[in-house]
């Protein structure tokens, strides 16, 4: 086998996807994932792990309602076909490819066909669903050994042998067991383990649907089937369960069990939408808006070519930042094309996206609305200051007007476009039912889109509250009548998302 391939020669990437939250994709997966041409993937891939995909060819080998869209067979041979296409083939499987993924059989095959391909590991849900339900699979109070073992066996296989895994391991983590529990439980039991062994279910382990059951051998199969658990599941049985108590942390995080909309358009793993993760909230993204280049780019062109000759230059949003560098690498340029400048931004995810530029800004408003900026500006401008202003087409223009007021030359540039995008019908429906905790707002424009693609604020259930980053975008959502719960005082991506636990604390009881 060799290293990655030379362009042109077909190459297989055997990668585990983890078991559901993104965060879990291994750096490796990430990057293959990001520029491989071809997805093979299957059913338990989640949406936001393919979500990272670019490969427009994305195909489906997984099961559908009990049925296997191809089988083992017409996978390995679509994986020697893609590969003797020239393709860099990304395999993507659930959990860790060589844990119950059927990896094995897949690399023993594409290596006697003589394509290259090389295995990433993955985080297995054997280990990850307990450890989000705060269940170490070893632990020095309580087990010293755990098995991983699958409760499905076909008869023409060896049976698994319950009696020597009761005896012999402390931890059994079963997978595909969801509908067999019964039997792993009648199993166990007879191999000795008594009534009250503690056992756990875990559905969804990782995801934001995630369920955990507890109880005991004798218990565990009456509570999974009044729960109505299903796969995916892994069942847990051993002391380790008891150890949840004191470890579950994932129950304790601020937005656990709450459902956030993000109306902004940042994919999968956009700042505020894995902030909100991190603390524990089911985000809902639902973008109103697709951020893309302007459909005729020469005045940005110009506008660009002649930066140097501005005292001051203005970004109002990252976007502006992304496509106006976009046109300086294009032209073989680079951050010195600002060199003469000085440069301000209007908040610090701007500030950010500058920063990995190699550019630090010189003003940053303590409030981060075009008001504040146009007042800090004024302070430091020495009088028929030239400025330009990169921002959105059909932006506020109110920093122009007022900086030009004072008698500046200013010029107000386009750098990208905001085009709506239709909203999602089940989001939609889940808005008007109440499915939804959280509407968290970052623009005016998002408000006004979403309420609009809604047909009014009427059809957002009583029970959904709104929350926006700062003053000038709940007064857009006011005036459409929305009531606004939460209005963050830190105009940022982190004070929305705080300021949203911060109203979700449940009352201690
Ligand atoms: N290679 C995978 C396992 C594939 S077998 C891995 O390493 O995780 C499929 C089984 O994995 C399911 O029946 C279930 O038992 C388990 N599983 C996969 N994802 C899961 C998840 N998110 N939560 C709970 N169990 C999961």
Not at 293 to 306: I, K, M, R
Not at 427 to 437: C, I, P, Q, T, W
Request: hydrophobic share 45%; charged share 20%; with cysteine.
């Amino acid at each position: 086998m060799t290293a990655d391939p030379a362009a042109g020669s077909g190459f297989v990437y055997l990668v585990g996807a983890g078991p559901g939250d993104p965060g879990l994709l291994t750096v490796r997966g990430a990057k293959i994932l990001r520029t491989a041409e071809v997805v093979v993937y299957d059913r338990l891939v989640s949406d936001d792990v393919l979500a990272m995909a670019t490969a427009r060819r994305r195909i489906y080998v997984g099961k559908s309602k009990g049925s296997q869209a191809l089988d083992q067979e017409e996978i390995n041979r679509l994986l020697v076909n893609l590969a003797s296409e020239g393709r860099r083939v990304c395999r993507l499987k659930g959990g860790d490819p060589f844990v119950f993924g059927r990896g094995g059989e897949e690399a023993a095959h594409l290596a006697g066909a003589g394509v290259d391909f090389e295995v990433v590991p993955g985080v297995t849900s054997a280990i990850a669903a307990p450890a989000y339900a705060g269940i170490p699979v070893t632990d020095r109070r309580a087990s010293a050994s755990f098995a991983c073992v699958t409760a499905h066996r076909r008869p023409s296989q060896p049976p698994i042998d319950w009696t020597s895994l009761a005896r012999s391991c402390d931890t059994i983590v079963v997978l595909m067991g969801a509908s067999r529990l019964d039997r792993v439980a009648g199993e166990l039991a007879e191999a000795g383990l008594e009534a009250s062994h503690p056992a756990a279910v875990v559905e969804s382990g990782t995801l934001p649907d995630q369920r955990v059951i507890r109880g005991t051998l004798a218990s565990i199969v009456r509570k999974a089937a009044e729960a109505g658990i299903g796969s995916p599941a892994v069942v847990v049985v051993g002391n380790v369960v008891n150890l949840a108590d004191s470890i579950d942390w994932i129950s304790r995080r601020p937005l656990h069990g709450v459902s956030v909309m993000v109306t902004r358009d940042e994919g999968s793993r956009g700042a505020l939408s894995s902030r909100l993760r991190s603390l524990g909230a089911h985000v809902l993204g639902t973008p109103t808006i697709r951020i893309l280049p302007l459909e005729d780019e020469s005045g940005l062109h110009n506008a660009v070519a002649g930066i140097g000759s501005h005292d001051w230059v203005v970004f109002a949003s990252a976007s502006a930042v992304v496509h106006v560098f976009g046109i300086i690498e294009r032209d073989g340029g680079d951050a010195r094309a600002l060199a003469p400048c000085r440069v301000a931004v209007m908040g610090r995810g701007t500030g950010a996206a500058l920063r990995e530029r190699g550019i630090l800004p010189d003003l940053i408003p303590e409030s981060y609305v075009s008001e504040s900026l146009a007042k800090a500006l004024l302070e430091k401008l020495e009088s028929g200051s030239r400025i330009v202003i990169f921002g959105a087409l059909g932006g506020r223009d109110l920093l122009a007007r007022e900086l030009g007021a004072a008698g500046h030359d200013v010029s107000l540039v386009s750098s990208y476009r905001n085009v709506p995008v239709a909203v999602d019908p089940k989001r939609v429906e889940a808005l008007k039912s109440g499915g939804v905790d959280w509407i968290a707002f970052t623009s005016s424009s998002s408000v006004t889109r979403l309420v609009k693609a809604l047909g009014g604020a009427g059809n957002i259930s009583a029970k959904t509250r709104v929350a926006c980053i700062g003053p000038t975008t709940a007064a857009t959502a006011e005036a459409l009548d929305l009531r606004v719960a939460a209005v963050s005082e830190d105009h940022t991506i982190e004070g929305l998302a705080r300021t949203i636990a911060q109203f979700s604390k449940r009352p201690v009881e």
